[in-house]
């Protein structure tokens, strides 16, 4: 792109140089018919003047249309990586799009509701209460992870023992809460699966559904 840049730019010099010589040229052409002392010689002159006029003239349309090809060619490159960028953006957001879907259907899939607020209270997780297996955290917090990010980075340094918990039946990461329910079969939910957010996090006592049906809780 650089490089048709600075060949354009020479040859709109190249252009600019042939039209400044035509002007001077036709100026010349002017004195001589003043100055030429005999017909012939005037006649000789005018037509050296005009073939030279006249190949400057060439000149100067071939230098156009090199101008304006590498204009075309400029401006075809440019459409070019429009157009590449376009598509990459297109892709990503179809992926995105993909991504989304997938996550709802997963959703889905595990019996949950798309991100619903849940009802009552419930008791946080404040490290292994209850009689509770205790659970690993999942790392620092210097920067917000999300869940996926979190499970994977768990994932990461779990060993095969790792317990299972949840309805998802995953290890722990991230937030975590517990069901107060002593018999509950998974114990522990990771907050996104129940659709828990540390802003919208229950107080007091928290069953988690199957619980909440089996005890005839609301
Ligand atoms: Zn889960
Ligand atoms: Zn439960």
Known sequence: MRELDERAYRLQQQVDADMLQQ????GQQQQQAVSSPTKRQKAVNAAAAAAKEAELAERLEANMNELVKLSDEKLNIATQIYDYIDRHITKLDKDCKAFDAEIAKERQRLGLPPVEPTVGGGSVDTGGGGGKRKRKDGGGEQ???????????????????????CHCQRISFGE??????????????????????????PKGKWYCQL????LKLK
């Open 23 to 26: 002007l001077k040229l036709a």
């Open 143 to 165: 920067r917000k992870l999300t869940p996926e990010e979190q499970y994977q980075q768990a994932l990461a340094m779990a060993d095969p023992s790792e317990p299972k918990y």
């Open 176 to 201: 975590m809460i517990a069901c107060e329910n002593p018999d509950c079969p998974y114990e522990w939910f990771h907050f996104g699966c129940v659709g828990l957010t540390e802003e919208n996090r």
């Open 211 to 214: 619980c909440r049906k089996q």
